[in-house]
């Protein structure tokens, strides 16, 4: 081990012919973080952690590994363990093989990787399948094979690129959950990308979320979570993902599908906006507005009901769906400090 595994990208830019990739990507990342790239597909987040890995080349900008400068620098000299969505293991290798391999490559004694080896298959808790094929072993056992690949390297910096996206979704939960734990115990850096909102959630220190090119926002995940920056963070973070309602703020109420729906904020001008409202945040108990039960989806612990509002969709998440039914008439509210709200025009959020 080497580096401490901090990164900077400075204004990273990278072009196919005419089209951006990536238009100018700033962030840094801290030695130990687990950093999150998260985005919607072709946003730019295989591009900028192929960059990091040195597999590309930026168009433009710079890449710093511990302070240095490594942007001239191809994969091998740069200090990074990779695991890929597909786990890239040789199939007429053993396990055991396929995790030595990058230490033969260093060109380590026999003496040497045996017991590196066991070590890294020990952590991932395939120690007792070092014989077996790639062929032979559960997608979750694959998954784990690269992983102790990428820990023998010892590297300082751990790039993953959707490395849970094969397995099945209990499966998933369980690595996932390992790949923390993990993370934490060997002290490193780890990029991890992800479209899946929840995965980065959960597993992230800060994330970094990518739409079409540009970091929309970066931040903690509870943060960005509870304020979105931007219509478009909004909408991909949170499942079922927030309500967006066109509206209006109109003296001391903010208006949607005709009426008001909450209280404003003090203070603001009058002016069009868009209305975001978390599922979880629509009371349907109590007194409120009329809103009409259009579908009621019982997910066991939790039900969503998808509801209409003078014409306009809106859902809430509650605890028991069984007291509704389709074309129930329900009365729901909204608490002021619940509403996150956006300007109509910019689409960025608008702070009271
Ligand atoms: N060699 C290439 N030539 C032209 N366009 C490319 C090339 N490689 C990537 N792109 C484009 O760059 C954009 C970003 O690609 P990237 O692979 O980084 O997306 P992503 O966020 O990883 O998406 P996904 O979640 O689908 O993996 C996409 O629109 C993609 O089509
Ligand atoms: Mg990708």
New binding site residues.
């Given amino acids: 081990m080497t580096g401490l595994g901090k990164v900077r990208f400075e204004d990273v830019v990278?072009m196919?012919?005419t089209?951006a990739?990536?238009k100018g990507v700033d962030f840094e990342i801290e030695p130990g973080e687990f950093f999150a790239l998260l985005?919607?597909?072709?946003?730019?987040?295989?591009?900028?952690?192929?960059i990091l890995a040195g597999l590309d080349m930026p168009t433009r900008g710079r890449v710093f590994l511990d302070d240095e400068d490594v942007t001239a620098q191809d994969a091998r000299e740069r200090d990074v363990a990779m695991v890929f969505q597909s786990y890239a293991l040789y199939p007429h290798m053993t396990v055991a093989q396929n995790i030595a391999f990058p230490l033969e490559m260093e060109k380590k004694s026999k003496g040497e990787i045996e017991p590196l080896v066991r070590e890294a298959a020990r952590k991932v808790r395939i120690d007792h399948l070092l014989d077996r094929r790639p062929g032979q072993l559960s997608g979750g056992q694959q998954q784990r094979c690269a992983l102790a690949r990428a820990i023998v390297r010892r590297a300082k910096l751990f790039l993953l690129?959707?490395p849970l996206s094969n397995l099945d979704a209990k499966l998933r939960l369980e690595t996932r959950a390992e790949l923390k734990r993990l993370q934490r115990d060997l002290g490193v850096t780890a990029v991890y990308?992800t479209?899946d909102q929840e995965e980065a959630m959960t597993l992230a220190d800060r994330m970094a979320v990518?739409m079409e090119?540009e970091i929309q926002q970066m931040g903690r995940p509870a943060d960005v979570f509870v304020r979105p920056n931007s219509v478009d963070v909004a909408a991909f973070i949170g499942s079922p993902p927030m309500n967006l309602l066109p509206g209006r703020v109109e003296g001391e109420q903010v208006v949607v599908a005709g009426k008001p729906l909450t209280t404003a904020p003090a203070g603001m001008a009058a002016r069009d906006v868009i209305v975001g409202v978390r599922p979880g945040a629509v009371h349907v108990t109590g007194t409120g507005r009329a809103a009409t039960v259009e579908f009621v989806e019982n997910l066991g612990d939790t039900a969503i009901l998808d509801l209409k509002l003078d014409g306009a969709p809106i859902r809430a998440r509650i605890s028991d769906g069984r007291p509704f039914a389709d074309g129930d008439t329900v009365a729901i509210s909204v608490a002021p400090q619940d509403i996150h709200l956006f300007d109509a025009a910019t689409q960025k959020r608008i702070d009271a």
């Fill in positions: 990278k196919h012919g089209f990739a990536l985005g919607p597909s072709g946003s730019g987040k295989s591009t900028t952690l192929r690129d959707e990308v479209h990518f090119g």
